[in-house]
């Protein structure tokens, strides 16, 4: 327990709206999505600027006090957990987008933002931020930076390292850092930002990051393909990346998982497959096409049928219209004052009509349900089942 002159001297540099010492505010900040990992931190501040950061860090400094940076605490590694007591540093309240540079394809923010905030913001100016963390719409671009994060769309596009172009942040000295910058060619030196990304918060605080951004995909088109065991999928996997088509989503999903997501959700997996590909590829409408025939011929080759011809998958895409993605969800929502969002509440990541059950029937079957989706829909959803 702090003494009360420490708390007094965070707020007053801080504010006292940003200071949290009670054990119930404290309850809430000790643990991120990391199952089993939970500790209690003596005070929680959350600056919402530079100079009340500069404060924070200089009073640990001075009462020799653990630090622990957090941003929305949906990391799996245990990154933004005070195992040490001290401080937590809450980062989600400095969340501006500082620029949007379309002339340099570039975006600039603050490390409290949002993902999907960033992503949306991209999207309006008719640009493309492909980080797509599972959290993204809860999760921060600053929390993203520090711990690398992936997403569905890794596999063609990367992770957030790829797209990091500069940060800036304070060391634990207080001392000020830049280190990157929006030239392309940028080989001088040492790649401080490549150290930065994925430190965990270990090495500084970032405060500032600017990401470079791209131009979204005209068009894209969904399968998803069940299969009795999961050696099988493996094989589609394989044969895929072999065939030389890079998907900008592919996920499997082992009986498991298929059974735990439709037991949170209630979405229409079928729970006597042994696994499930969820595939996805983007581009040129005419490399969609053909890429999309190819994925569809591999995956008869290791038979897994097509059932369904046609079916509404996620919002209406037009190619002029920005990339958008399936609705995400999230780790449970947890009251606290580091988020002062609404509580996130569970959503299905895919719509119930995209995934019917597959017939017991033998034979293949395909259904046209073109006709009633509307015209601008988006491409459709092809799903394929193992023959009998």
Avoid: W
């Avoid at 999505?33 to 001075?62: Q, Y």
């Avoid at 998803?224 to 493996?234: K, N, V």
């Avoid at 997996?269 to 569809?296: K, S």
Wanted: charge should be positive; aromatic fraction near 6%; hydrophobic fraction near 35%.
């Amino acid at each position: 327990m702090l003494n009360r002159t420490i708390i007094d001297h965070l707020r007053r540099e801080v504010g006292a709206g940003n200071v949290y010492h009670e054990k119930e505010d404290l309850l809430v900040l000790g643990y991120d999505a990391t199952p089993e990992i939970s500790a209690l931190p003596d005070v929680a501040v959350f600056p919402h600027n530079i100079d009340g950061l500069r404060a924070a860090l200089e009073t640990c400094r001075r009462e020799s006090l653990a630090l622990t940076p957090r941003g929305a605490a949906t990391g799996l590694s245990g990154g933004s957990t005070p195992v040490r007591g001290g401080m937590v540093l809450g980062l989600t309240r400095m969340n501006r987008i500082l620029e949007i540079d379309e002339e340099n394809l570039t975006a600039t923010a603050e490390a409290g933002v949002i993902t999907v905030d960033l992503f949306n913001a991209a999207a309006a100016k008719g640009l493309f931020y492909p980080p797509d963390p599972g959290s993204q719409n809860v999760s921060t671009l600053g929390g993203n930076v520090a711990e690398n994060a992936g997403g569905l769309r890794g596999l063609k596009y990367g992770v957030t390292r790829n797209y990091v172009m500069a940060l800036s942040g304070l060391l634990y000295d207080g001392t000020e850092f830049h280190t990157g910058g929006k030239c392309v060619k940028d080989v001088a030196g040492y790649s401080l930002r490549d150290l930065l990304v994925g430190s965990e918060g270990t090495l500084g605080i970032i405060t500032e990051v600017t990401v470079r951004l791209i131009s979204p995909p005209q068009d894209k088109r969904t399968l998803l393909a069940y299969f009795r065991d999961i050696r099988t999928a493996g094989e589609a996997v394989s044969r895929i990346i072999a065939a030389r088509i890079i998907p900008a989503t592919l996920e499997i999903m082992d009986k498991t998982t298929i059974n735990c997501v439709e037991d949170y959700a209630g979405i229409g997996l079928p729970r006597d497959m042994g696994a499930l590909l969820l595939i996805e590829v983007d581009g040129h409408p005419a490399v969609v096409a053909e890429e999309a025939e190819g994925v569809r011929k591999i995956l008869e080759e290791v038979r897994a049928d097509r059932r369904c011809g046609r079916t509404p998958f996620a919002k209406p895409l037009t190619p002029r219209r920005p990339y958008s993605s399936p609705p995400r969800g999230g780790p449970p929502s947890r009251p606290s004052p580091a988020f002062p969002r609404p509580p996130f509440s569970k959503t299905q990541p895919f719509p119930a009509a995209a995934l019917p059950k597959p017939s017991p029937r033998s034979n293949v079957s395909r259904r046209n349900t073109a006709s009633a989706s509307p015209p601008s829909a988006t491409p459709a959803t092809e799903i394929f089942t193992p023959r009998r």
